[in-house]
């Protein structure tokens, strides 16, 4: 497959999970990557975040299948990493084509013990950083006249509420709300916008929500099997970028505003 030739994808959150996935996925379809991650953690959430080691290793799996690729360290949360993480990216590449908003975090605790720091970051991270990368990248895509391809990852946690992750739910309801809004303003230069909404999806994130919960992970991952009708635990990250890959292609030039479960069938209940 390679009907993405000629195209440039910033992908933030790329230095491992999902993130990687996409990396991976769209370059094998022809396209270059502007891989984006913070490459630290922080103090929330209560488990390590991707590292410079985990995002050269996206670069290099991006290089190997021949394509050109741009590691890049920046946090979503700051307005002046976000630009200048775009500004690279066109005079490297020239152009961006396909954003894809996949940065994210996830931590567990009832509403009255999530602490205002937590719930800060968590919206940040996860929704004040998906519309900074679009704040950044739109303009641009506007201004290229040769329309684009937006994808904002939120969750099953972004269609209905969840026990112990009221703030998480938050902000995957935002990212929706934020897409919906943002594809009505960019639809008349052809630029799609679009939510993908996966299930639990295994990596790190899946590790390190049970850690901070202090349970082991095989009992996250029986809660989160008890949600689904089709006989799966956790999906692989790769059945994210299938999704995302068919988004960004032309098969789906007049798909927009779509919500793309990825979900083993869990919102049917």
């Known amino acids: 497959m390679a009907e993405l030739n000629g195209k440039v994808a910033l992908i933030t959150g ?5 993130g990687r996935a996409h990396a991976i996925t769209l370059a ?4 270059d990557i502007a ?5 630290r953690d922080l103090p929330y959430p209560r488990y390590g975040l991707s590292s410079q080691a985990d995002l050269d290793d996206t670069v290099h799996e991006v290089q190997s299948l021949g394509r050109r690729a741009l590691a890049l360290v920046a946090d979503v949360r700051s307005a002046s990493a976000m630009e200048a993480a775009v500004q690279t990216t066109i005079s490297t590449f020239g152009h961006i084509d396909i954003l894809i908003c996949n940065a ?10 999530v602490t205002e720091e937590w719930w800060d970051v968590m919206l940040d991270v996860n929704l004040k950083g998906a519309w900074l ?4 990248v739109v303009p641009h895509m506007i201004a290229q006249q ?5 994808i904002m990852t939120s969750s099953v946690a972004g269609l209905k509420g969840m026990a112990g992750l009221s703030h998480y ?7 929706v709300g934020l897409a919906r809004s943002l594809a009505l303003e960019v639809a008349p230069f052809g630029i799609t916008v679009n939510t993908l909404h996966p299930t639990g999806v295994d990596t790190p994130l899946i590790t390190g929500m049970a850690q901070a919960a202090g349970m082991p992970k095989a009992q996250l991952v029986d809660q989160l099997r008890d949600g689904h009708p089709l006989p799966v635990d956790l999906v692989a ?3 994210i970028a299938n999704a995302a890959l068919w988004l960004v292609s032309d098969a789906a030039r007049y798909v927009t505003g779509l919500e793309l479960k990825i979900d083993a069938g869990e919102m049917l209940r």
């Open 169 to 175: 739910c938050a902000a995957k309801w935002g990212v």
């Open 35 to 39: 891989a984006l991650d913070i490459c």
């Open 104 to 113: 994210g975090i996830a931590d567990m605790a009832t509403t009255w013990d």
């Open 133 to 136: 990368a679009a704040k950044y």
């Open 146 to 150: 040769r329309g684009g391809r937006i």
């Open 237 to 239: 990250p790769q059945d």
């Open 14 to 18: 790329a230095a491992r999970g999902q």
């Open 28 to 31: 094998r379809a022809g396209a």
